[in-house]
């Protein structure tokens, strides 16, 4: 039999991919990397926002946003309801065990007004169980009332059937 490329093979001699006879419907195909896989129900990320409000971030206090389901933080968008002046205040974040997510963020008070925004990436304790919270500490560090408004990204994987 003479050699012949694969990719060069025309449509009457293509066949499924190995397995496909035997996968039950509205399943595809996962490599494992090591030159095999298994058919399962598709995977999708899914992205879904928990929020909340700190009503004065120029007081030192937290808030607590529910985690309705097992998940991922990604990270958070906060956004000034007002501008801040004396100093920067630091938002921070905790899981329910009181476990770091990450890094403080500043929300600077130097040209801050209505509208300002910061952002947060979670790097630490990211993994979070169903029916815990996310708590969300601000030192008040600055002057002037001013709300926070603050929203988690949250992902997890699910299956989809169909």
Same mark, same amino acid.
């Given at each position: 039999?003479?050699?012949?490329?694969?990719? /060069?093979?025309?449509?009457? !001699? #293509?066949?499924? @991919?190995?397995?496909?006879?035997?996968?039950? =419907?509205?399943? +595809?195909?996962? %490599?494992?990397?090591?030159?095999?896989?298994?058919?399962?129900?598709?995977?999708?990320?899914?992205?879904?926002?928990?929020?909340?409000?700190?009503?004065?971030?120029? /007081?030192?206090?937290?808030? !607590? #946003?529910?985690? @309705?389901?097992?998940?991922?933080?990604?990270? =958070?968008?906060? +956004?000034?309801? %007002?501008?801040?002046?004396?100093?920067?205040?630091?938002?921070?974040?905790?899981?329910?065990?009181?476990?770091?997510?990450?890094?403080?963020?500043?929300?600077?008070? /130097?040209?801050?007004?209505?509208?300002?925004?910061?952002?947060?990436?979670?790097?630490?304790?990211?993994?979070?169980?169903?029916?815990?919270?996310?708590?969300?500490?601000?030192?008040?560090?600055?002057?002037?009332?001013?709300?926070?408004?603050?929203?988690?990204?949250?992902?997890?994987?699910?299956?989809?059937?169909?």
């Amino acid at each position: 039999m003479a050699d012949v490329l694969h990719a /060069s093979i025309t449509d009457p !001699y #293509l066949h499924e @991919p190995k397995g496909a006879a035997a996968a039950s =419907a509205n399943t +595809v195909y996962h %490599a494992d990397g090591a030159g095999s896989g298994t058919w399962a129900l598709p995977q999708v990320l899914e992205f879904f926002c928990v929020s909340g409000v700190i009503a004065d971030v120029s /007081s030192p206090g937290s808030i !607590y #946003l529910p985690i @309705p389901t097992a998940c991922t933080i990604v990270g =958070a968008t906060m +956004v000034l309801g %007002a501008g801040i002046t004396g100093a920067d205040s630091l938002v921070t974040f905790f899981n329910s065990s009181a476990a770091s997510l990450g890094d403080a963020v500043t929300i600077t008070q /130097s040209g801050s007004a209505a509208g300002s925004t910061f952002s947060f990436t979670a790097e630490l304790n990211t993994s979070l169980s169903a029916g815990t919270y996310v708590r969300v500490t601000t030192d008040g560090g600055s002057t002037t009332t001013a709300p926070l408004y603050v929203t988690l990204l949250l992902s997890k994987t699910v299956t989809r059937n169909g």
